[in-house]
């Protein structure tokens, strides 16, 4: 179907896309045009990532009167995915666990604290600093589902506009002199791992869950698509320069008009007629997971290369890309041979 090829090659987009926030690829040419690129163009990766996954997840479910029905079908559906991204995370903190036990050691990081530090942040925060994305992931889907069950889809979409308008104001706004605004931001870092699942990760799933039971398309021609997704677009550049030029924030990551943006581009996505074997772009999405995980340990890997800081940064950006590529695409090629099935863990 267009909008699963589509959406699969676009994820793959979004993957490199995400390399780029870590590894700027402008930073050695202009201040300004690196902000623009890792700020604002990249910055949306993350959130189609999330609405994908609310895509792929509740595409198909049995809803009647609005909500998800309580179908032995269903719950199975979001407990499969639910039990797999658990595993993901796993196998992959286990990963980049091997790599950073000798870094704390050289700093002294050891014994029953660091411990309790590290199993507070795998839970919490993420084991590295990318894993935010799982730990939202894990929190955010049962309560998405428990809305979708209850109050039902026209509800639960207004909950999560309010939840990342929490959002906006703790991230990008919390210079407002707004009463309480400091101590709600205060403590919504402290646990962000579960703030961010219902305030960022839950209302880009709702993104995905609209789009796949065909809102977007009972309501929307293909013109006022195309409208919506350039207005949201130039609105997301305009609130992000004033953010920045102004320097009433540093972070741009999350502002108010990247919301809609998720929700027209990704309607948009869905209705590009894409031609191809479908095991191309069923194999993109698989590529892109494995790029998003794999990218900051080939980062550190690189960064070990004494020639590696003095390449200019498009260089560098083309590196890590490129290598996270490779390496995705042989691990998904050993994972077809016999007796190496269970590399499958790690895609």
């Known amino acids: 179907m267009k909008n699963i090829k589509s959406v699969d090659f676009s994820k793959l987009i979004c993957a490199a896309l995400v390399v780029s926030i870590h590894v700027p690829p402008f930073l050695s040419c202009s201040a300004v045009l690196d902000f623009y690129w890792t700020q604002v163009i990249a910055r949306i990766a993350v959130p189609f990532f999330y609405a994908a996954s609310g895509y792929f997840l509740f595409r198909g479910m049995r809803v009647a009167g609005g909500k998800i029905q309580r179908t032995v079908e269903n719950r199975r559906r979001v407990l499969h995915t639910w039990k797999r991204v658990v595993i993901l995370y796993l196998v992959w903190s286990g990963v980049y666990l091997f790599w950073q ?66 959002k906006c104001l703790v991230y990008s706004y919390a210079w407002l002199p707004v009463p309480g605004l400091q101590t ?33 398309e009972r309501r929307l021609t293909a013109r006022k698509r195309n409208v919506g997704l350039c207005i949201s677009a130039a609105l997301l550049v305009a609130e992000a320069s004033t953010l920045y030029f102004a320097g009433l924030a540093e972070q741009y990551s999350y502002i108010f008009f990247t919301l809609p943006l998720c929700f027209f581009l990704f309607s948009a996505v869905r209705h590009w007629n894409l031609s191809g074997h479908e095991a191309l772009f069923y194999y993109s999405r698989k590529i892109s997971t494995v790029v998003y995980c794999v990218h900051p340990l080939l980062l550190n890997v690189w960064s070990c290369a004494p ?21 995705s695409i042989l691990l998904l090629c050993l994972q077809r041979l016999r007796g190496f099935g269970w590399l499958r863990v790690f895609r």
Request: charged share 5%; glycine share 10%; aromatic share 20%.
């Open 101 to 166: 036990i000798p870094y704390w050691q050289s700093i002294g990081w050891v014994g029953i604290q660091a411990g309790k530090d590290y199993i507070l942040s795998l839970v919490l925060h993420g084991s590295y600093y990318h894993f935010w994305y799982f730990v939202c992931f894990i929190y955010a889907v049962p309560v998405l589902y428990f809305l979708l069950r209850h109050v039902g889809m026209r509800v639960t979409a207004v909950i999560a506009v309010a939840l990342y308008g929490i």
């Open 307 to 327: 020639c590696f800081a003095g390449w200019n940064s498009f260089a560098q950006y083309g590196t890590i890309l490129a290598s996270s590529l490779l390496f």
């Open 184 to 216: 709600v931001a205060a403590f919504y870092t402290q646990v962000d791992g579960l703030t961010d699942a219902v305030c960022l990760a839950l209302p880009f799933l709702m993104v995905g869950v609209v789009c796949a039971h065909g809102w977007d």
